[in-house]
């Protein structure tokens, strides 16, 4: 039976990044040039892997969508919250991105807005989807500082678990073209720099963080669930204007 690998989950968490890796070295499987809705592709023939963050919103009529034709298999992107809610996009030059209740909306017949599902909405989604049964083969959670740090790692836990065949490496993806709308995503084409990790220290962020943990502190019990955070010392350290302990581990 045919496969389709869908790439959804939380959106400034690497999903382009990881994608352009795909298509760089994923062999066996169609990559559409631009971000598609998986539903979309679901008669074209062959294997094919399509990036869509928001699709983790509508998972079921996703996997509705396909009625069993082809073997679905679903990769979540996560990331630090702190890091996601502090994003900006070249589009949005003048706001950050990501909020905890929203997000801006790219259209290509008018500017952004920001009226999309926010953080905590797809962080919803995420946890309905784990929980729906839709995926029995299990679902691959992919943490952006993982897949920075350990590309090499990252490639090889997918090519096991997922009976994935690869040729190049992650870290080699620059050398694979990207098109206008997947370069803007990426705010530009780069290699890979462990230093893009947790930019949400820089001082310029520190009243966003504050904003967004205080008007939403379920922010807290998530940062912990992901592994971020052991507690909330970081915040009191945060709003003291204290030094902030070491990064949590991805």
């Known amino acids: 039976m045919d ?9 400034r968490a690497g999903s382009t990044l990881f994608y352009n890796m795909l298509r760089h070295s994923l062999r ?3 990559l559409p040039e631009t971000e598609v809705s998986a539903a979309l592709m679901r008669d074209r023939p062959g294997n094919v892997c399509t990036k869509r963050p928001f699709d983790i919103l509508q998972m079921d009529r996703v996997v509705a ?3 069993g034709r082809k073997t679905l298999d679903l990769i979540v992107t996560l990331r630090d919250p702190r890091d996601i809610l502090t994003s900006r996009h070249r589009a949005v030059p003048g706001d950050y991105f990501y909020s905890a209740d929203r997000c801006y909306l790219l259209r290509p017949d ?8 926010g953080f905590l909405q797809v962080h919803k989604g995420i946890l309905d989807t784990a929980r729906s049964g839709l995926f029995p083969r299990g679902i691959f959670y992919l943490k952006y500082e993982d897949l920075v740090a350990h590309p090499e790692e990252v490639q090889a836990l997918l090519a096991e678990g997922l009976d994935l ?4 490496t992650f870290r080699d993806f620059t050398r694979q073209a990207v098109n206008e709308s997947l370069d803007k995503a990426l705010n530009g084409l780069r290699p890979l720099e462990s230093g893009r990790m947790a930019k949400w220290r820089a001082p310029e962020h520190r009243d966003r963080i504050i904003d967004q943990f205080t008007r939403f502190p379920v922010l807290h019990d998530i ?9 909330r010392s970081w915040f009191d350290a945060l709003r003291g204007d204290e030094a902030l302990p070491a990064a949590g581990t991805a």
């Open 3 to 11: 496969r389709h690998l869908i790439i959804a989950g939380q959106g």
């Open 28 to 30: 066996d499987f169609h």
């Open 65 to 67: 969508a396909f009625g």
């Open 110 to 117: 008018g500017p952004p807005t920001p009226t999309a599902p």
């Open 165 to 168: 065949r690869f040729e190049g």
């Open 223 to 231: 940062l912990i669930s992901l592994g971020y955070e052991a507690d």
